[in-house]
């Protein structure tokens, strides 16, 4: 007689952990409807307050400048009140100032509500990254990221077609009053929605156990000097410091290059801006998921992580030769591919906080980079100003933008060549 064992019934480990990440997602697309409606405004309100191309890169400048200090305390913020608080705060602050750019008056007047609104979104990535940190499991961490960093591809694409209809329809005032009402409808979402796991009646036991899968982190609290003497606190701000002005730089200056370059305006700005941040989709999930597949197939952090990363800076290469493209769309083509590996090098990069620092200090290692990054997106404004104003092309700009990423990648792999769990 034989005696036949059956297999235990599987646990279903629930999936509210993605709610989370699609509220962030959301709250990526307004943001950066926000931040790009600038961008595509620039002939706009050039040719109404006589800016040149120093007074545009000027209010860049003082946006980043406000953006990089936020960055540094809404790190710590986020540390001490949690990612729900935290983040609505920020949201909130960034909201109403950019509404209030309806009401500016003169270059002076966009500064104060640029600054205004650096100060909120500031507090945007150092939210996210807690949350998804409270939330994930190391092995799934990048491609949370990935998902909830794909929103400011959206928001980039939502951009060129909403405003340019509301402009033409009601001026340019009313782009900023109806865009940011109708944001502000997040927040109560927020409030209302997310908690920690361990406080969340949604959350299942089995799910629980899955977020926590990890080692526990030690308690202790994190001296905040302490992460400026830490090689992993390095590999991330410079690694931050040489990618985001690339970003930057496409965010702000890309409807003003297809402008000159190939004689698009406010009516015809949106399929080549759509057909660029679609590619970036690509590349912010795309990235994402293939750190974590590696990882799921037996590769470690450290690999898996790098391998991703290298991949999507080889894929920026070609981007230098975007501005001698002869045909439009070939040009489009080279900008998305270049974007896409941006993203998809972001999201791996945003996540060597979470996989090396424990949860305590991860919000304070996100702003400390953000604020390195914001510098760098400073000096990019300068030098695009320079480079637009005193010798007319974009080929110098995008050959920097060529090249970081290999750089970046570089100085990462130095200053943590194993991705090892920092001992604080």
């Known amino acids: 007689m034989t005696t036949e064992t059956a297999a235990a019934p599987k646990v279903r480990v629930g999936n509210y952990r993605w709610v989370v990440v699609w509220l962030l997602f959301a709250a990526m697309v307004i943001n950066y409807v926000d931040r790009q409606t600038i961008g595509l405004l620039k002939p706009t309100l050039s040719a109404e307050f006589g800016w040149n191309e120093t007074d545009y890169a000027n209010l860049i400048l003082f946006f980043q400048a406000s953006y990089a200090v936020s960055y540094l305390i809404f790190g710590r913020v986020m540390d001490r009140l949690g990612a729900r608080w935290g983040f609505g705060i920020a949201f909130l602050i960034w909201q109403v100032a950019h509404i209030a750019h309806a009401g500016a008056r003169g270059l002076t007047g966009f500064i104060f509500a640029r600054m205004a609104l650096g100060v909120g979104e500031g ?8 949350a998804v940190t409270e939330w994930f499991p190391k092995k799934e961490r990048a491609f949370a990221t990935g998902i909830f960093n ?3 591809n959206i928001g980039a694409i939502v951009t060129p077609l909403i405003i340019p209809a509301i402009v033409l329809t009601w001026g340019w005032q ?19 929605v997310y908690r920690r796991p361990r406080e969340h009646s949604k959350v299942t036991q089995a799910e629980l156990e899955y977020i926590e899968q990890d080692p526990a982190d030690p308690v202790e609290k994190v001296k905040w000097l302490k992460l400026f003497t830490k090689r992993e606190t390095w590999a991330y701000a410079l690694g931050k ?11 702000f200056w890309l409807p003003d290059f297809l402008g000159k370059r190939y004689g698009l305006d406010l009516k ?6 759509i057909a660029i941040y679609l590619l970036s989709d690509v590349g912010s999930v795309g990235g994402g998921w293939l750190s974590s597949t590696l990882m799921k197939r037996g590769l470690t952090l450290n690999a898996a992580r790098k391998i991703a990363m290298l991949i999507c800076a080889l894929c920026a290469v070609p981007v230098g030769f975007a501005a001698l493209a002869d045909n439009m769309w070939v040009a489009v083509g080279i900008i998305g591919l270049a974007t896409a590996a941006h993203q998809g090098f972001s999201a791996n990069l945003y996540t060597l906080p979470g996989d090396v620092f424990p949860r305590s200090a991860v919000g304070s290692v996100i702003g400390i980079g953000g604020m390195i990054g914001a510098i760098g997106g400073m000096a990019m404004a300068r030098y695009a100003g ?4 005193t010798i007319g092309t974009y080929t110098p700009i995008f050959v920097v933008a060529a090249s970081a990423y290999l750089i970046a990648l570089g100085v990462i792999h130095l200053l943590t060549p194993k991705m090892e769990p920092v001992t604080l």
């Open 123 to 130: 507090g945007g990535f150092p939210g996210g990254i807690k």
């Open 150 to 152: 794909a929103g400011t």
């Open 174 to 192: 009313m782009a900023f009053i109806i865009t940011g009402v109708a944001g502000l409808i997040w927040l109560p979402i927020w409030l209302l």
């Open 241 to 251: 410091f040489l990618i985001d002005p690339i970003w930057w730089m496409f965010l």
């Open 268 to 273: 015809t700005f949106g399929p080549p801006l």
């Open 386 to 389: 320079w480079v637009l104003d």
